[in-house]
């Protein structure tokens, strides 16, 4: 697991320093980019000392470093792939004197698109070669490629929501849950449909259940007139408002645990 996390942090760095496209980079800038990339997409993401944090452990120290799921996922968006899951079973990589190989497979003609797609295999090491032999073969072009591959990132993730007419959410208290767009309960503050908060964004409802050792680095708190909640996503605390932070081991100690006021 070392491997892939460090090999998705590189190549998201690495395209990160590309679309920054300045001469000079510093890691700071390239991470507050990747940063400010994944906000705009998901309307959270792990701060930029987060980033920094994660570059400098599993690359230069070469050493392993746990990534929170949601982040890993995030990640894996930003590169091309689903989730971490998909990145894992698709991203492979092999070093040949120094040299990158990026190969592109897509087999079989009477497979559907989203078959074909899904049988890309990229191999990865230093610098890209990009080398395409089926495409001409299937008859998609790389401009139908693109296309095709954007508009399953863009969309892919909401086929459901998309055919069945629930394409917004609303805060429970504890959670978001999934509804139409034509719900009139006064109750229910509509927001439109994001994924990832709708499946990973939690207020955890008993944080007894929590200590440093399961929660340090990956549990996020507000505290507001003097009630502290945590929730397992970063972001903004939708009953307060109040912007989280990364829950520290005073805040685990104090307000987690069995923590009596």
């Known amino acids: 697991m070392f491997e ?16 920054l496209n300045r ?13 400010l990339e994944l906000e705009a997409h998901f309307g959270t993401s792990k701060d930029v000392r987060t980033f920094v944090r994660y570059h400098k452990r599993l690359l230069k120290d070469n050493k392993d470093y746990d990534i929170d799921e949601i982040t890993l996922d995030q ?3 930003y590169v091309g792939y ?11 990589f092999e070093k040949d004197k120094g040299d990158t190989k990026i190969q592109l497979k897509i087999d079989h003609d009477e497979e559907s698109l989203s078959e074909k797609l899904s049988k890309i295999i ?3 090491t230093n610098t890209p070669v990009f080398n395409v032999p089926q495409m001409a073969k299937n008859g998609m072009g790389i401009g139908m490629l693109a296309l095709v591959l954007f508009t399953g990132l863009s969309y892919g993730g909401n086929g459901d929501l998309n055919n069945n007419g629930n394409k917004c959410m609303y805060w429970d208290g504890d959670e978001y849950k999934l509804t139409s767009c034509n719900d009139k309960n006064p109750k229910h503050q509509l927001l439109p449909v994001d994924t990832v908060k709708l499946k990973y964004f939690k207020k955890i409802t008993q944080p007894d259940t929590l200590n440093v050792d399961n ?7 507000s505290k507001y007139n003097n009630e502290v909640e945590f929730f397992t996503m970063d972001g903004v ?10 829950a520290t081991e005073h805040m685990l100690t104090k307000y987690a645990g069995n923590y009596v006021e």
Do not use: H, Q
């Open 215 to 221: 929660s340090l680095g990956n549990i996020y708190y």
């Open 23 to 35: 001469t000079k980079t510093s890691d700071v800038s390239v991470m507050t980019f990747l940063s």
């Open 75 to 77: 990640l894996s968006w």
């Open 4 to 19: 892939k996390r460090k090999l998705l942090m590189k190549t998201a760095y690495e395209k990160a320093k590309k679309e």
């Open 237 to 246: 605390n939708p009953n307060t408002g109040k912007s989280l932070r990364d």
């Open 122 to 124: 990229i191999n990865i």
């Open 82 to 92: 689903k989730n971490f899951e998909n990145f894992c079973e698709n991203y492979s």
